[in-house]
């Protein structure tokens, strides 16, 4: 098991690489982050800047800020 998370580990980080918070792909955290904080406020499941929204993928955490209203998070505030 150990060995497979290893390797997905690896696949995340040669398919980010550099561009960890920068992509066109839709599918990218950086991306779906933005998406699913303006969701999640609809929901009602966050309020303005509370709750904290995160994407693991492989070795990388992809982390939307804290004190930011949550429906107007922009790929380019993550980190």
């Not at 990218?28 to 009602?44: D, K, M, S, T, V």
Request: hydrophobic share 35%; glycine share 10%; net charge negative.
């Amino acid at each position: 098991m150990a060995s497979h998370q290893q390797s997905a580990a690896s696949a995340a980080d040669s398919i980010y690489g550099n561009e960890l918070v920068t992509s066109t792909d839709q599918h990218h955290p950086a991306n779906l982050i933005p998406e699913l904080c303006r969701q999640f406020y609809r929901l009602g499941w966050v309020t303005g800047t509370g709750g904290g929204i995160s994407i693991r993928s492989g070795n990388n955490v992809f982390i939307a800020p804290s004190g930011v209203q949550k429906e107007r998070i922009s790929p380019s505030d993550l980190f």
